[in-house]
């Protein structure tokens, strides 16, 4: 009955919106001002929209995490490997490299190679990994 009421009020005097004060959506204390105001402040809206962004943050941290240590990872063994640049896929997986995690493929004439931004590798025969630089985009080091 109540509820029919209030209904009815804001039917006949739409002003009645504007003098009640709305909960915070992060506090939950009244906000003044505007009705379609939903926080009180602008930390409220930020701590919100913070809050609700925090899984998807987190999981790409994570994920850039991985594939930044990843790089680090290639990027190190590039410089150190000898002439050809080859490595056993052992010393990947010594130092925690995450083979799931990749920036993308490039397909060659002997394989997928699978890149962190600019370092990758190829496999080769057995437990052989050849370590790639590929210093920029839409490189044509693949072509013929
Ligand atoms: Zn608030």
């Known amino acids: 009955m109540q509820e029919r009421m209030n209904r009815f009020r804001l039917v006949v005097h739409p002003f009645f919106m504007l003098s009640q004060s709305q909960p915070c959506k992060q506090c939950g204390r009244a906000v003044k001002g505007r009705t379609d105001k939903q926080f009180c402040n602008d930390g409220c809206r930020n701590q919100y929209h913070n809050q609700r962004n925090s899984c998807q943050n987190n999981y790409m941290r994570q994920v850039n995490h991985l594939l930044q240590k990843n790089r680090r990872i290639l990027a190190s063994l590039f410089l150190g490997a000898s002439r050809n640049k080859t490595i056993a896929q052992q010393q990947l997986t010594d130092q925690g490299y995450q083979f799931r995690y990749y920036t993308h493929e490039t397909k060659t004439q002997d394989g997928a190679a699978k890149f962190c931004y600019e370092y990758g ?24």
């Open 121 to 144: 590798y190829l496999p080769l025969d057995g437990d052989v990994l050849l370590i790639l630089h590929q210093p920029m985009l839409e490189s044509t080091i693949f072509a013929g």
